[in-house]
């Protein structure tokens, strides 16, 4: 079968990576000229289903329970398994005892327990939560890679506006927030995030800063650079981050640790993440084309499922 | 029935539509709470959307009346330019006025509130101020043409329950003929019984249902809470006493000994 697949996000490229698993011949279109050009670019790549489990849906982290498997098991070498560390401002320990009646498969650990996990916050916490089998990939490098994989295993891919022809016999849109107005249902959130990096620290995996208005994280990425994200706005809108969120974010990261005030912004981003009313992403047929969107913040998480399922929708109703 | 600037309103709760889990949970808690108002914030980022597949879409879609309110304005200037931009896109005249005036808790500022509730007023908003319960300050809203008070129980999201009950009572007693809706501070249905029980005409929640563990069951549960409020209110409640009362008539009893 030849496959057309829309949009070189994560969720299109995990969607053809599954065909090529089920030996179907693949082309993969995107006029952005390159991979992860939307909200995948900018995500935090934290495969976290027990953390997000505080506010979504069961399904999601029962779907996203296999997502650091099929990673490591598609990219080898990505996938950092070290877990996620949990923290709260002393004054916001409230938040932290809420956060663990909500989740699952988390440990509390003290004082001494943190600066075992995490040397550099040693001191500055009283309490935590450990989520140990969560795990996290840098987004911009797993996707690079999973293309370089798929354009070696003979996938085209066509990154300019030029028509890919009508010859497919299945066709996947996974174009995220391009197909709000199109997908029934689909609408944007904005979302932005920072990138810092200083010498002065190190993280060896995801920490959570919980806070009641704005709870925030930060993800080692290697090389002293650590990304700071995310905020949540129910608007529609990309552009420049604003200064009112720069700040919130730099706050956060400088609650974490003081050094990280000495760091140097090195990149600042927004974007638009497409999400369904309850925030779960969808496989559906409208038309000819199988749509997988919605993937709200749940991108790296749940794409693997996700298109697991669209392409077993394709084995059940040859086109 | 409520009367709000003359619009007759049956359900005693308002909610607030920020921070659920997903727009679908919101959709499901604004129906078991029963409520016919919504507050929503108005940002920038909204404000300057794109038409369509937005959350102000999905707001729109839920068939309630909107109360917008101007959440996280720190200025008389920037009060008044949000409540503006929110009658340009809601089509309403009534505007929640928020004007905070420390960022940790959510105290409103209310010497700019007084000053933007006039101007609001003078402009033909119809303004439900989120104030304290300082008697002073609410006779300064009431002259500044505000038909509609909105006292806080304690700070916005700390869920502490009526902190002063006495202040509230003073509030009910000093402004009789005003509708008291309390703004802030709720934790648990029994917080929202408690005030509707001192006559309060109405609650408006936001966290305490957003953030529970469950917000659709949370809603309906604060609906129930609100409504026997009102009507032990109307009933006519005891006033507590020392000594025990038998509730059994004693004189006639026979006597064993």
């Known amino acids: ?319 | 029935m409520l009367d709000l600037y003359g619009v007759e309103i049956t359900s005693r709760l308002f909610l607030g539509t920020a921070r659920y889990p997903s727009p679908k949970i919101l959709a499901d808690a604004v129906r078991t709470s029963r409520t016919e108002i919504v507050t929503v914030s108005l940002r920038r980022e909204t404000a300057g959307g794109k038409a369509g597949g937005s959350f102000l879409d999905l707001i729109a879609a839920l068939g309630v009346r909107i109360l917008p309110n101007t959440a996280g304005c720190h200025s008389v200037r920037e009060a008044v330019t949000t409540a503006q931009m929110a009658r340009e896109i809601f089509q309403t005249n009534w505007v929640k006025l928020e004007v905070i005036g420390h960022h940790d808790t959510l105290q409103p500022d209310v010497f700019a509130l007084v000053e933007a509730a006039r101007i609001l007023s003078e402009d033909g908003f119809e303004v439900f101020p989120y104030t304290t319960d300082d008697l002073v300050v609410a006779e300064r809203l009431v002259e500044a043409g505000c038909k509609v008070l909105m006292p806080w129980c304690a700070p916005i999201g700390s869920a502490m329950g009526p902190v002063n009950l006495p202040a509230l009572r003073a509030m009910r007693a000093h402004f009789a003929e005003i509708p008291l809706i309390v703004d802030a501070g709720l934790g648990r249905p029994s917080h929202a019984a408690a005030v509707m029980e001192l006559g309060y005409e109405a609650v408006l929640l936001n966290t305490a249902v957003a953030n529970a563990s469950d917000p659709v069951t949370m809603a309906g549960a604060f609906a129930d809470a609100i409504e026997a409020g009102r009507a032990g209110f109307k009933a006519g409640l005891l006033e507590p006493r020392d000594m025990a009362v038998s509730s059994t008539p004693v004189i006639g009893k026979a006597v064993f000994s």
Request: include cysteine; charge should be negative.
């Open chain 1, 1 to 319: 079968m030849h496959a057309l697949v829309r949009g070189a996000g994560v969720a299109g490229l995990t969607v053809a990576f599954e065909l090529r698993r089920h030996g179907h011949a693949v082309e993969i279109v995107d006029r952005a000229g390159y991979v992860g050009a939307g909200a995948s670019g900018l995500a935090g790549g934290m495969l976290a289903p027990f953390c997000e489990g505080e506010s979504a849906p069961e399904s999601v982290t029962r779907l996203g329970r296999a997502a650091a498997e099929w990673w490591e098991a598609a990219l080898p070498g990505h996938v950092g398994r070290n877990g996620t560390l949990v923290v709260a401002p002393p004054r916001d320990t409230g938040e932290l005892k809420r956060f663990a009646t909500r989740t699952t498969c988390h440990e509390w650990l003290d004082e001494d327990g943190i600066a075992v996990l995490e040397p550099a916050l040693a001191g500055r916490f009283r309490t935590a939560l450990f989520f140990r089998d969560e795990a996290h990939l840098d987004p911009r490098a797993a996707l690079g890679a999973l293309k370089e994989w798929l354009a070696d295993d003979g996938v085209r891919f066509r990154f300019d506006a030029s028509s890919p022809g009508t010859d497919f016999d299945a066709v996947f849109d996974c174009t995220g927030s391009a197909a709000i107005g199109t997908v029934p249902g689909l609408r944007g959130l904005r979302g932005e995030m920072l990138y810092l990096e200083t010498e002065e620290i190190a993280l060896s995996r995801p920490v959570r800063l919980l806070h009641p208005r704005h709870p925030l994280y930060v993800v080692p990425r290697g090389g002293n650079r650590f990304m700071v994200g995310a905020t949540m706005l129910e608007a529609n809108v990309g552009g420049p981050i604003s200064a009112r969120s720069l700040m919130e974010l730099l706050n956060a990261a400088y609650a974490l640790h003081p050094a990280f005030g000495e760091a140097r912004v090195i990149e600042t981003g927004a974007g638009v993440r497409p999400a369904f009313d309850d925030n779960v992403p969808r496989v559906l047929r409208i038309g000819n084309a199988i749509h997988v969107n919605g993937f709200y913040r749940h991108g790296f998480l749940l794409a693997p499922a996700m298109a697991r399922e669209a392409v077993s929708l394709l084995e059940r109703v040859p086109a």
